[in-house]
């Protein structure tokens, strides 16, 4: 895999979510919809 000049990469250090993007994905989407209950799959759509 050849890599663009003007890209460059950087590691993320281990065990630091607070740098991942998708962690605020993922955190975002458990306070709406982790442990509750939907009556139907559209309910929990529009969520």
């Known amino acids: ?3 663009p ?3 460059g990469l950087i590691r ?3 065990y630091t979510p607070e740098l991942n ?3 605020k994905v993922w955190q975002w989407m458990k306070e ?3 442990m ?3 009556e139907d799959m559209e309910s929990l759509k529009k969520k």
């Open 1 to 3: 895999m050849t890599i």
């Open 32 to 34: 709406r919809v982790a």
């Open 21 to 23: 993007p998708i962690e």
């Open 5 to 7: 000049e003007n890209i």
């Open 12 to 14: 993320i250090p281990a």
């Open 36 to 38: 509750k209950f939907f």
